[in-house]
Structures are given as structure tokens and as C-alpha cells.
């Protein structure tokens, strides 16, 4: 069974950057795409980046780098000039499969518990 478990969320003023982690339990041997989510109350979850076993990136914002270490399985969002709109509760997620990513909620079936960011102006 695969268990996502995110942290380095917290608050911060607008113009800062947070680095938001994800470990990943129990698919060590797996290939699997992975992605951040974000969602506000009310709010659909909406994508935020993801990034392919073989390590392509695809991004909602420029301001966030996606990347991944294989080897401690663990799945990183760096977040710079933090927005007040960037304000909402992260998810990592993922999917066991090779190729590209979807950026639909839907297609991932492994979540993480989330992690608050607030972004004060």
C-alpha cells in the first residue's frame, strides 16, 4: 500500500518561498507520476505541477519547481514569490504508471494527509 506523507507547509508573507515535501511509502519499485494539488475551501482541487518517473516537469505556475529524489522517495515543490492567492491546504499525490501525467485529480489514487500554506500580505 502506497502512503503519502507531506510536510513544510506554514505561514509566510507574501514575497517568501516555502519548500514543501512529500515521502513516499511503498512503491519503492514502482513507476509513478507524481503531482501537487492545492484546494481552498469550497474549492475544487485544482493541479499544481506534477512530474513523471522519468523526471518531466509540467507547471501551473513559474514561481514553483517540482522535482523528485528517486533513490529517498521523496516528491518536493519549492514555492518563491508567494502570493497571497497561493493561500490553500497542498496535496501530493500519485499514480502507478510510466508516460505522461494528468493534471485531473481523478487520475491519482495515492493522496497525502495535506499540508496548510498561508501566505500573508
Known amino acids: 500500500q502506497v502512503q503519502l506523507v507531506e510536510s513544510g507547509g506554514g505561514s509566510v508573507q507574501a514575497g517568501g518561498s516555502l519548500r514543501l515535501s512529500c515521502a513516499v511509502f511503498?512503491?519503492?519499485?514502482?513507476?509513478?507520476?507524481m503531482a501537487w494539488f492545492r484546494q481552498t475551501p469550497g474549492k475544487e482541487r485544482d493541479w499544481v505541477a506534477s512530474?513523471?518517473?522519468?523526471g518531466f516537469t509540467s507547471y501551473r505556475e513559474g514561481r514553483f519547481t517540482i522535482s523528485r529524489d528517486n533513490a529517498e522517495s521523496i516528491l518536493y515543490l519549492q514555492m518563491n514569490s508567494l502570493k497571497a492567492e497561493d493561500t490553500a491546504m497542498y496535496y501530493c499525490?500519485?499514480?502507478?504508471?510510466?508516460?505522461?501525467?494528468?493534471?485531473?485529480?481523478?487520475?491519482?489514487?495515492?493522496w497525502g494527509q495535506g499540508t496548510q500554506v498561508t501566505v500573508s500580505t
Open positions: 511503498g512503491a519503492a519499485d514502482a513507476s509513478y507520476c
Open positions: 499525490a500519485a499514480v502507478i504508471r510510466d508516460g505522461a501525467c494528468d493534471s485531473s485529480p481523478i487520475h491519482y489514487n495515492y
Open positions: 512530474i513523471t518517473s522519468n
